[in-house]
C-alpha cells in the first residue's frame, strides 16, 4: 500500500519549510513521518491513509468539546452566512468579552486578537506601557509564543540577561528579558532585590503545559504575587493553555483555592476560547486596560481580531462548557486517564509519574514529578520516543515530543480511555 501520509509530507516539504505550518507537527524530535488529518469527529481523526486516531491533542487543546460538536458547528455554520469579516465591530465581540470576564473576574476587560503568540506580545507591550518599565522576568520552560522578546534562555548566570533562542533575535531585544529557573524561590528573591524596581512585568504559565505538566507550586506563586505587588511590577499569567482548560475559572481560580484572594493583573488567553478557531485575548483591570488605543497610549491592533465566525465558534463553546457537570465529568475522564497508564506502567515496571487538572495531563518516564525545566529533561528520550511510535501503531495519537501537555476532550468515553490504557500496557512491556 502507498503511503499517502509519506506522499503528502515529501509534497508539502517541497512548497512549506520542513512540510509544517508549525514546527512541532514534523515528528523532529520523535521521528518518521508526520500523520495528515483528514478529517476529525469527537475524539478522533482519520489520516490520509484513512487510519483513525484517539486524539490528545484536540489542536493543541482547543478541542475541549472534541472535534465537530453540533452546538459548535451550528453556530459557526450560521455565522458564516452573514459574512467572514467586517473591519468594524459587532455585537458578538461584546457576547464573547462578557462570557470571559465573567468566568474570570479578575479581568475587567479584554481586548480580543487572533493567536495567543499575538496576544502574549501585546500584553507584553501593554505591561510595559502601563509601568514605564522596559525589564521583564520570564522562566525557562515557558513558553509565550514567538515574540521576539520572549524567545530567550537562561543567561550564563543566576539574575543574569538572556540570550535569544532564536536566529533572527537581536541581542538588544532579549536584553531586558530576565530568565529564571521555575519554582525557584531564592533565585526569584535575589532578582526582584536586583531589579525589582525596573520591573514592568513578570510572566508565568501557572500550570506550564510547555514543559509537558509542571505545576509552580502555591509557595512560589504565592511569592510571584508578593513581590510583583511589593516592587510595583505586573503579574502576568499566560493561561493561552489553561485557560478554560484546567477550570472554567482558568488556572488562577485553581490557586485562589489555596491562596486567599490571589490574583494576576494581566491574563493572556487563546486555545480554548477559540474553539479551533484563530481567536486569543488579553485582559485585566480596567485602568491598566484602558492604556491600550485608542482610549491610551499603548498602541495595538488587528485587521481580523475579533472576527466574527471565529467569536462565534469561542461563545458556543464556552456556553457547553459553562454547563453544569461539564468539569466534574471531564476531570473524572482525565484522572482515569492517568491513573490507568499509572497503573499500567507500575505493573510494567516503568519509571512513570503523571498529573492532571480538568481536561489537561501530563505524565513523564521518570519516578517522581519534575518541578523545572532541567528535570523534565533529564527524562529518557529515546524510550519517550518508543512508547509514542508504539502508541501511534495502535491509534492512539500523543503529543509527538516528550515536553508537551496532553487534552482529554468531553468526547472522550470511558472506552476511549480503556483503550488508551491496553494499548499503553502493551507498550510498556516492551520499553
Ligand atoms: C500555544 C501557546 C502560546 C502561543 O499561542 P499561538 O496561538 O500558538 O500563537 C502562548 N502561550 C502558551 C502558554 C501557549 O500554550
New binding site residues.
Given amino acids: 500500500m502507498t503511503d499517502r501520509n509519506q506522499e503528502l509530507f515529501e509534497r508539502a516539504a517541497r512548497v512549506i519549510p520542513g512540510g509544517v505550518n508549525?514546527p512541532v507537527r514534523a515528528f523532529r524530535a520523535v521521528g518518521g513521518t508526520p500523520r495528515f488529518v483528514q478529517r476529525a469527529q469527537g475524539a478522533y481523526f482519520w489520516d490520509a491513509n484513512g487510519k483513525k486516531y484517539i486524539d490528545y491533542i484536540g489542536s493543541?487543546?482547543p478541542m475541549i468539546l472534541g472535534h465537530g460538536n453540533a452546538a459548535v458547528l451550528e453556530a459557526v455554520q450560521k455565522a458564516a452566512l452573514d459574512g467572514f469579516s467586517f473591519g468594524a465591530p459587532t455585537e458578538r465581540e461584546i457576547e464573547l468579552a462578557e462570557a470571559i470576564l465573567t468566568h474570570v473576574p479578575s479581568m475587567e476587560m479584554v481586548r480580543l486578537v487572533s493567536?495567543?503568540?499575538?496576544?502574549?506580545m501585546s500584553a507584553l507591550r501593554l505591561a510595559r506601557g502601563a509601568t514605564g518599565r522596559s525589564k521583564i522576568i520570564k522562566f525557562e520552560g515557558?513558553?509565550?509564543?514567538?515574540a521576539d522578546a520572549l524567545l530567550v534562555k537562561a543567561g550564563s548566570g543566576l539574575a543574569t540577561f538572556g540570550n535569544p533562542t532564536s536566529a533572527g533575535v537581536p541581542p538588544e531585544v532579549v536584553q531586558h528579558t530576565l530568565v529564571l529557573e521555575y519554582n525557584n524561590i531564592p533565585q526569584l528573591e535575589e532578582a526582584f532585590a536586583l531589579h525589582g524596581k525596573e520591573l514592568a512585568c513578570l510572566m508565568i504559565?501557572p500550570i506550564a503545559?510547555?514543559m509537558n505538566f509542571v505545576r509552580a507550586s502555591v509557595p512560589f506563586m504565592q511569592r510571584c504575587r508578593e513581590l510583583c505587588t511589593q516592587y510595583g511590577a505586573l503579574l502576568v499569567f499566560?493561561?493561552?493553555?489553561?485557560g478554560f482548560r484546567v477550570a472554567l475559572g482558568s488556572a488562577q481560580s485553581v490557586y485562589a483555592k489555596s491562596i486567599p484572594g490571589f490574583k494576576p493583573d494581566i491574563t493572556?488567553l487563546?486555545?480554548v476560547i477559540g474553539g479551533g478557531m484563530?481567536l486569543?485575548a488579553f485582559g485585566g483591570p480596567r485602568a491598566i486596560m484602558e492604556q491600550l488605543a485608542p482610549t491610551g497610549p499603548v498602541y495595538q491592533a488587528g485587521t481580523l481580531s475579533g472576527n466574527p465566525v471565529a467569536t462565534a465558534c469561542g461563545l458556543a463553546t464556552l456556553k457547553e462548557i459553562s454547563k453544569p457537570g461539564f468539569w466534574d465529568a471531564l476531570s473524572a475522564r482525565t484522572r482515569s486517564l492517568v491513573d490507568g497508564l499509572s497503573a499500567a506502567a507500575a505493573h510494567a515496571g516503568v519509571p512513570f509519574s503523571a498529573d492532571c487538572q480538568g481536561g489537561m495531563f501530563g505524565f513523564f518516564l521518570l519516578p517522581e514529578l519534575p518541578h523545572n525545566y532541567a528535570k523534565v529533561m533529564t527524562s529518557d528520550s529515546p524510550r519517550f520516543n518508543r512508547l509514542f511510535h508504539g502508541l501511534l501503531d495502535q491509534g492512539v495519537y500523543i503529543a509527538p515530543a516528550l515536553y508537551e501537555a496532553g487534552f482529554v476532550s468531553a468526547a472522550h468515553s470511558e472506552t476511549d480511555i480503556a483503550e488508551t490504557v491496553a494499548a499503553a500496557a502493551a507498550v510498556f512491556k516492551q520499553l
Fill in positions: 508549525s493543541w487543546g493567536s495567543g503568540t499575538e496576544a502574549g515557558c513558553y509565550h509564543g514567538h504559565e503545559g510547555n499566560d493561561e493561552v493553555m489553561t493572556v487563546g486555545k484563530p486569543a
